[in-house]
């Protein structure tokens, strides 16, 4: 149907241009001297405003586009008749698209379409003036009028040709354009028929009807240039950028399938384009494309497209895919490079198995990312009297027998599993995915087997036998070290128990008594159930002497294995996977409680709670925080980061700092002088308060100490960040730090970390002091 309706079309517009422009030549020749110059100037000016198009939706190439070349007909009313300027405008269109897109089809259609439009202009003028409006409104409504005819004509044929585009939801027109586009045509338009009527605003007088339409046509050409000037430095904004991401993207890829879609994607950035693909064959009429070689010997095309009304691809769009191109091309060549060489450097040049390297990368990478229910085991193996046969048979035949036992390992597994060569004589596997140990048994089993065949070497026949320890892992090892040592113990109990005179094949596979620790499940459980408990430990103030912040902090003893330091769970809680949950469940516990504490207290306005900077990012906890932030407006939210992970904090990281404390959520590095501490991390990221380490103050006698205190303290000052010193044990310690100028402090001279309860009773019966009685407090803070 749509094919139909475009041949139609293309018969309708290519008869338009046969009646209108012989006619519009006819009628100029027959007085050339009075009309000749302001048709040529009428032609150029109508050429400007068809490549001065205006987009009236919101999606770049996924909405249409409109010209208003209506704008120097206005111009040509007292110089030329109505038939005649219709004949002018569609020459000036049809000339300056078959020299921009040299494409006949485009340029008869974009003609004829706007010679519709014009037909219209020149009927609803004719109505209006019949009826007694006025000639400016009839003017500003006529221009009007043609550019909803031509949008509507431009909508049903984007809509019959195109096929359906993603929009975001977004409409195909918008209206606020639209509206602008109306306006803007409107007064231009009325504002050229007034010029055109009275003489344009320029001194001088005596000029001709001709003078005066040519001068209102360079009017309306000069804003036709401004335009096309604007968006033609958009483009090239928009080429750079693309080129700049596009870079960026193709040199992080991994993955020829993820270079060619990274390269699209820059491409349509940077040419601007609905479709770009990368395809075999090159670029039909109307597509731009270049070759890009991915692989050696296969060339492909990189072709972009877009809606032919868009108007034609130019020489710089081509450049711009050539550059990407390349760039894809170097991605991809430094990527076979650099996995060549990863490739060597990771594999066992004799049997073409992962080296001992290889194997410990893929066997953390393989615990540290399965599944709660997801075992695994690693099989150790040694070959038996492999040194006699080297010396029997000689090194050749040794290096062959490990070739084709290193082939039968391979071949004896699953696809899924990590074979690899990582000693003289010994291999390892990585069975993975398992649901059981006997399933583990029945492979190794199986291992034995293939590799006890009989092996001809030259002349000889040789049987290997394997000595195979399991070790087998039901659940993520905190070290998986361990795992590899228990296999390897056990493999060495089979050769012992051979020395010791047991049978030939009895014994060869030894199972380890290696477990996971209880530990992870325990820990695994607290997570899961919200059952890890805080205590609270004060921040004071000492200027006033009263406490106005705490600190949340774990602390977990559990029945079966005693008191869990919090570095244990939390590093056990990231091997699990948990470390986020687990902040989570400590953020909300402690606001929770800062709110509890308000009320007994209301001098209690923030608590802090310790957090890594990678944590910070919108998909992990970032909005999570804003989120509870907001949840609580009268407590200050206070985010502890430890000085190593900020260290190499990413510029996103930075971003979302600095967005978390315009939110009102308070940022302080944690643990500043404490070992491998860097003034860098004073500056790697803003924040608002720096803790410092009690290794800083545990000898305040020492100047030095001092010195450093009352530095950080001054430079403090200068960046707008308060400083809150720990470890502060006793009374002398509060005071020397107070003559110093610090004004906060934290530590067991002030109370020892406590339950919710203890602290809500403490602020109960003392309020917000600093320092309890002497008696109250050995009572109520002394640790039991």
């Given at each position: ?759 809500a009773d403490r602020l109960d019966e003392f309020g917000a002091k600093a320092v309890l009685p002497t008696q109250s407090a050995h009572a109520r803070v002394a640790p039991s």
């Amino acid at each position: 149907m749509s094919g139909v309706l475009q041949r139609v079309s293309f018969g309708v517009f290519t008869a338009m241009l046969l009646v209108f422009v012989p006619g519009a030549v006819a009628t100029v020749l027959a007085d050339p001297g009075t009309r000749i110059a302001a048709a040529v100037t009428g032609i150029v000016c109508v050429a400007a405003l068809e490549l001065a198009w205006i987009r009236v939706g919101s999606v770049p190439h996924r909405t249409p586009t409109i010209s208003v070349p209506v704008l120097a007909v206005p111009a040509l009313v007292p110089v030329l008749p109505s038939p005649a300027i219709i004949g002018v405008v569609m020459l000036g269109i049809l000339v300056v698209l078959l020299v921009e897109s040299r494409r006949i089809g485009v340029s008869v259609y974009s003609a004829g379409l706007v010679g519709i439009g014009c037909t219209i202009y020149f009927c609803i003028d004719w109505l209006l003036d019949r009826v007694g409006v006025a000639a400016l409104p009839t003017v500003a409504a006529a221009s009007v009028g043609y550019v909803l005819v031509v949008l509507a004509l431009e909508i049903i044929r984007v809509r019959l040709t195109n096929a359906p585009a993603d929009r975001g939801g977004r409409p195909l027109v918008s209206p606020l354009r639209l509206g602008a586009l109306l306006v803007t045509v409107a007064a231009l338009t009325a504002f050229s028929a007034r010029w055109a009527e009275i003489g344009l605003p320029t001194p001088g007088e005596g000029r001709t009807s001709i003078q005066t339409a040519v001068g209102t046509l360079m009017g309306s050409f000069a804003v036709a240039l401004i335009a096309i000037v604007l968006r033609t430095v958009w483009d090239m904004r928009r080429r750079l950028n693309g080129l700049v991401v596009g870079s960026r993207a193709l040199s992080t890829t991994r993955s020829i399938d993820n270079v060619a879609e990274a390269l699209c994607d820059a491409a349509a950035t940077a040419v601007g384009v609905q479709s770009i693909v990368v395809q075999d064959g090159p670029a039909e009429g109307g597509a731009v494309g270049v070759p890009v070689m991915f692989v050696p010997g296969e060339p492909r095309f990189l072709v972009a497209r877009r809606d032919p009304m868009d108007g034609s691809f130019s020489g710089v769009d081509r450049r711009a895919l050539q550059a990407l191109a390349a760039t894809a091309e170097l991605a991809v060549q430094a990527r076979q490079n650099v996995a060549g060489l990863t490739m060597k450097a990771n594999t066992d040049p004799l049997t073409g198995l992962p080296n001992y390297g290889a194997f410990q990368e893929a066997l953390d990478t393989i615990n540290s990312t399965r599944s709660d229910a997801e075992a695994i085991a690693v099989l150790f193996m040694d070959v038996d009297g492999f040194k006699r046969l080297n010396d029997t048979y000689g090194h050749q035949t040794g290096d062959e027998v490990l070739r084709v036992l290193g082939q039968r390992l391979r071949q004896s597994v699953r696809p899924h599993d990590v074979v690899a060569r990582v000693g003289g004589d010994e291999f390892v596997i990585i069975l993975t995915r398992l649901a059981s140990l006997a399933e583990a048994k029945s492979v190794a089993e199986r291992v034995l087997a293939a590799s006890a065949l009989p092996l001809a070497v030259g002349a000889d026949t040789i049987s290997p036998r394997l000595s195979i320890g399991l070790a087998y892992s039901v659940s993520i090892e905190t070290d998986v070290a361990s795992l590899v040592h228990d296999a390897d113990h056990s493999m060495l109990m089979v050769k012992k128990s051979r020395r010791r005179g047991s049978a030939d094949g009895e014994a060869s596979i030894n199972v380890s008594g290696h477990s996971s620790s209880q530990f992870n499940d325990t820990i695994a459980r607290a997570i899961d159930e919200n059952r890890l408990p805080l205590a609270y430990q004060p921040i004071v103030s000492l200027v006033t002497g009263r406490i106005w912040a705490f600190e949340a902090l774990l602390r977990y003893v559990d029945p079966e294995l005693g008191a869990i330091s919090p570095p244990s769970l939390v590093e056990k809680a990231k091997s699990l996977g948990r470390f986020d949950k687990l902040t989570r469940q400590i953020a909300e516990t402690a606001m929770a409680a800062a709110a509890e504490f308000r009320l007994v207290e209301p001098g209690i306005v923030c608590m802090t709670v310790n957090v890594e900077a990678g944590q910070l990012a919108p998909d992990r906890l970032g909005l999570f925080v804003e989120d509870l932030n907001n949840r609580y407006p009268e407590i200050s939210l206070c985010l502890e980061l430890n000085e190593r992970s900020v260290v190499r904090v990413s510029a996103e990281i930075r971003e979302q700092v600095n967005r978390l404390r315009d939110l009102g959520v308070l940022i302080a590095l944690d643990d500043y002088g404490s070992e491998d501490s860097s003034v860098d991390s004073l500056v790697r990221v803003a924040m608002d308060i720096l803790k410092i380490d009690r290794s800083l103050v545990d000898d305040l006698a020492d100047i030095r100490q001092r010195e450093v205190l009352t530095a950080l303290q001054s430079f403090g000052d200068k960046l707008e960040y308060s400083m809150i010193v720990e470890g502060v044990e006793n009374e002398l310690m509060a005071q020397q730090l107070a003559q110093l100028g610090i004004r906060s402090a934290q530590g067991f001279h002030f109370g020892v970390p406590q339950g919710f309860a203890e602290t809500a009773d403490r602020l109960d019966e003392f309020g917000a002091k600093a320092v309890l009685p002497t008696q109250s407090a050995h009572a109520r803070v002394a640790p039991s």
